[in-house]
């Protein structure tokens, strides 16, 4: 093979840049990367298993701001302020956006008629008819919207840790930390039980209580004998009840994953083990979950989330369910 | 609008009056200075070669140019913070890590701000 034909063959990958071919840069990366670490763990080893580090205490809820009610406690904790902060963000940009149209729009409201449209007729009109659409279309976008701006401003670090201060001038800093208000279970299931209670008053103001019972069955069941009815209409009754699982956890524990794939490629894993060298091995795979969280994680399940109760309301009013 | 465009490094600047006068491990100021400052000049010459190359019709190139240098960055950042911790001592390298978040979320939402309300691509006057 002549030394023409070896160009020729050479990999699309493998093109030559101030006399080092991308295999060789990014050979040289990986070794400089893993050389480090490995240094470090030289350098330093191991410091033992740390005790001290909780890592559940990232989602621990501290109580700021004491408010208790008749023996229920309405306290402002963290994950109250990225609540408020979620809905500020909702609807400040709506209204924002709504004022201040453009003929020749700037990016932001580009992104914003994207969503209006992906709302109204991927989620909204894609699922239901036209008058439930037209009904339901404000709390899907606004359920959407309001799941987003949470996940997203989850990933930005801000200063809310108050386990680990730091002081300024007497005043005890909270360090920047991320969190989330769907990775705390309660909310993905505030929002779930008010989309099933909404999808079952809808289902019983459009058929009536017990045509809609009745609806729970599957079609063709027509001959079957009442026993086995029955026991059809327990399973489907028992589906039902998992919706409540399936949808809260779906979000919780989707935004709760990702957090904790960021804590402990961040340097959790590393301050938990006591090897300092891992912190510098596995901060880069931080980087790359961060990247998909933001990327897609966060808008996907505000998606899911928001399309799937588009599918419960238009089952429950479905003429043929 | 927009935020300006080195809000970052104003913050900095600005930061360095607060560890003075709160008497912060100035350890930790300067190794989160000094690897905000470098991995803000390896942006702009990756955002520059990265052009260039799109300009080239080289957009794979360019992509391997922005995902290799955002690694490295990122990696440098955590790196530093780390030693800092390791070589110094935990105080100073809990600051540099805080500095180091608090600069990112800045210069990250300034970042957004300013790609949100600039003018969409392709929209130009004719």
């Known amino acids: 093979m002549s030394a023409d034909q070896a160009v020729a063959e050479a990999p699309a990958g493998a ?12 050979l040289i990366g990986l070794g400089v990367y893993l050389g480090i670490a490995i240094l470090l763990l030289l350098i330093f080893g191991s410091g033992g298993k740390n005790e001290a580090f909780r890592p559940q205490n990232e989602f621990k809820l501290e109580e700021w701001i004491g408010i208790h009610i008749g023996g229920v406690d309405l306290s402002i904790n963290k994950a109250v302020v990225y609540l408020l902060l979620a809905s500020a963000l909702t609807i400040g940009t709506m209204v924002w956006i709504a004022r201040r149209m453009h003929q020749r729009p700037n990016r932001v409201q580009v992104a914003v008629e994207v969503a209006y449209d992906m709302t ?19 709390f899907l976008a606004a359920l959407f919207f309001w799941i987003w701006f949470s996940n997203m401003i989850g990933f930005i670090p801000l200063p809310t840790n108050t386990e680990h201060t730091i002081n300024v001038f007497g005043a005890e800093i909270p360090s920047f930390a991320i969190y989330a208000a769907t990775a705390n279970l309660s909310i993905p299931l505030v929002l779930t039980l008010i989309v099933w209670v909404s999808y079952h008053v809808e289902g019983i103001r459009a058929k009536g209580l017990f045509k809609y019972l009745a609806s729970w069955l599957p079609p063709g069941l027509e001959d079957m004998n009442p026993v086995a009815k029955a026991f059809i209409f327990v399973i489907e009754a028992i589906s039902h009840f998992a919706r409540l699982i399936s949808l809260s956890v779906r979000l919780f524990a989707n935004i709760l994953a990702g957090h904790l794939l960021l804590l402990f490629m961040g340097g959790g894993l590393a301050v938990l083990l006591g090897i300092a060298a891992l912190g510098a091995l596995t901060f880069p795979l931080a980087f790359f979950f961060f990247i998909l969280e933001v990327g897609l994680i966060a808008t996907l399940q505000a998606f899911i989330f928001s399309t799937l109760t588009a599918i419960y309301l238009g089952g429950a009013t479905s003429a043929s369910h | 609008m927009s935020p300006p465009k080195y809000v970052d490094l104003l913050l900095l600047a600005a930061a360095l009056a607060v560890f003075l006068l709160a008497g912060l491990p100035l350890l930790g100021y300067g190794v989160a200075a000094v690897c905000w400052v470098v991995q803000r000049a390896v942006e702009a010459y990756a955002t520059r070669r990265a052009n260039a190359e799109l300009r080239a019709g080289n957009r794979q190139k360019a ?19 780390l030693l800092v911790g390791l ?33 969409p691509e392709g929209q130009g006057v004719a």
């Open chain 1, 15 to 26: 093109s030559k840049s101030g006399g080092l071919s991308t295999k060789a840069k990014v």
């Open chain 1, 120 to 138: 109204k007729n991927t989620i909204a009109g894609g699922s239901l008819d036209t008058k439930m659409a037209a009904r339901w279309f404000p």
């Open chain 2, 87 to 119: 070589l110094g001592d935990r105080e100073a390298g809990l600051c540099a890590a805080v500095m180091v978040l608090v600069l990112f979320t800045v210069a990250f939402a300034a970042k957004g701000l300013t790609h949100l309300f600039g003018e």
């Open chain 2, 63 to 81: 992509m391997g140019i922005v995902a290799a240098t955002t690694l490295g960055r990122v990696w440098l950042m955590a790196t530093a913070v």
